[in-house]
């Protein structure tokens, strides 16, 4: 039997065997750590406030893990300030909205030509045409999966704390890349609308995401008035967004948002991303959890929406779901609570809600395990093979992605990809982790550096292999797999 055989068999024991329980802390380290130093806690900062440690890792991050850590916190802030540094050709990502907006109406008019113009001999195929007359639009979504990838990856193109805050409130506020009008928008999306208030206020997050045409076309609110409207929007503004299902609207609340927000839509001919028509609003009276609203144009919806903002319900959830995401999957209770009450006291502060929970003893402890999604997989195993590199590194890692049911920008409901093992950890999964992770380690020096990470079990497995592969070993180790 082929040596590559071998090792991949005893590669899926390893994971299974190895992820049946919490990994074993690592011991006998390498002589570039400190012998001194929390690997344990070094390891938690880095794959949880980040995605993995890199050869370049800070000896203080080491020497230090929790000053370090409320370090990042700052320095991703400043990050956020900052426009993100991008390679020239994914530029385009971040034009002015006016411009993809038209350049997205140009495209629209091409389409709608070539269905009621066809060529002479072209009957059959009209049914199809503009079908590849789409190309301002692919250019986007895939520019936008790029960067993604490449931020999550490298420390030096983006602070790792930031590309993972990015995750997590994309997550939250999820727009569908497969929903067309969609597509062109979705890197303007997660850059000035995610990126940029990942740890400003929750309620500045909120309205910008709820004023910007990614969201506006995913959720339908873009055709909601007050001749017709759409309650899609509004629902989950208060289900998934702010309050939870279990809060104790009602789905007359639901229809009372959704005429409070009439009339906020697009207008992609003259290059807005988002407008408020006069005449598409509802001007009557609304009662929304009680507190009316009158007919205050576009200032009824921005104040409803920080009314919402504000609640204690969404201090709860927005607690909650940052807990499970960094904490555990079941986060104490007793932490959610101390999250939500910084939510509150500091009206919606994300930096301070973080800085509570970088602080609080329950991040730090061993016992609060969490599994890595094919996304932390993906962007860690990156990180540790150096970044992106080239285009074939990007195609190689979307595919990972989408055959391991977490395709970038790709769920098509608004509650956002499950975080959890249990969705997760599978024993299919787990062979196409392997498979990526040997595909990647063909062009990938071995990690040496992880070793004083994983445990004595572990890197004595690796080193039965042969060196070449023992790159796709670690990458795919049971250690390597939790955060």
């Not at 570039?32 to 880095?46: G, K, M, V």
């Not at 850590?69 to 991703?76: G, I, M, N, P, V």
Request: charge should be positive.
């Amino acid at each position: 039997m082929p040596t590559a055989t071998i090792t991949k068999a005893g590669l899926f024991a390893a994971l299974l065997a190895g992820l049946a329980g919490p990994a074993a802390q690592a011991e006998g380290q390498t002589e570039a750590i400190p012998p001194t130093a929390n690997l344990s806690a070094t390891w938690r900062a880095a794959s949880r406030l980040g995605y993995a440690p890199t050869p370049a890792w800070p000896q203080a991050a080491t020497a230090s893990p929790r000053a370090w850590a409320l370090q990042q916190l700052d320095a991703a802030y400043a990050a956020s300030k900052r426009p993100p540094t991008l390679p020239a050709d994914l530029a385009g990502i971040n034009a002015p909205i006016g411009d993809i907006a038209r350049s997205f109406q140009a495209e629209r008019e091409r389409r709608r030509t070539a269905r009621e113009t066809p060529k002479p001999g072209m009957a059959a195929a009209s049914a199809n045409a503009g079908a590849g007359d789409e190309k301002f639009s692919r250019e986007m979504a895939q520019g936008a999966a790029a960067w993604r990838l490449m931020s999550c990856s490298d420390p030096a193109l983006e602070n790792p704390l930031l590309a993972r805050m990015t995750e997590f409130w994309f997550n939250h506020l999820n727009v569908f890349v497969g929903k067309g009008p969609v597509r062109p928008f979705v890197g303007h999306y997660e850059i000035n609308v995610i990126r940029a208030h990942a740890l400003g206020r929750f309620e500045d997050l909120l309205l910008a995401s709820a004023k910007h045409p990614a969201m506006l076309f995913y959720l339908d609110q873009a055709q909601s008035n007050s001749r017709g409207l759409n309650e899609n929007y509004a629902r989950e503004l208060m289900e998934l967004h702010t309050l939870g299902v279990n809060s104790g609207y009602t789905q007359k609340d639901v229809r009372e948002l959704a005429r409070i927000l009439t009339g906020w839509t697009v207008n992609l001919k003259d290059g807005e991303g988002f407008r408020f028509a006069e005449r598409l609003h509802d001007k009557d009276s609304k009662v929304l959890l009680g507190r009316t609203f009158g007919n205050e144009s576009v200032a009824e919806g921005e104040e409803a929406i920080r009314y919402l903002a504000r609640r204690p319900e969404t201090a709860r959830r927005v607690a909650s779901r940052l807990a499970t995401f960094f904490v555990a999957d079941k986060p104490p209770p007793a932490l959610v609570a101390r999250l939500a009450a910084v939510f509150t006291d500091t009206q919606g502060d994300l930096r301070a809600v973080m800085r509570s929970l970088i602080e609080s003893p329950e991040f730090w402890a061993k016992d609060n395990q969490l599994f890595k999604t094919p996304l932390d997989f993906a962007c860690s195993a990156l990180a540790a093979a150096g970044g992106v590199r080239d285009r074939r590194d990007i195609g190689q890692t979307l595919g990972f992605l989408a055959q391991a049911g977490q395709p970038m920008h790709g769920w098509q409901t608004p509650d956002g990809y499950k975080t959890d093992a249990n969705t997760w950890l599978a024993p299919e999964a787990l062979t196409r982790r392997a498979d990526y992770a040997v595909g990647l380690a063909q062009r990938t020096a071995e990690p040496a550096y992880l070793n004083a990470f994983f445990s004595v079990a572990t890197r004595e497995r690796i080193a039965q292999e042969p060196a070449q592969m023992r790159t796709g070993l670690m990458l795919a180790s049971p250690d390597f797999m939790r955060k």
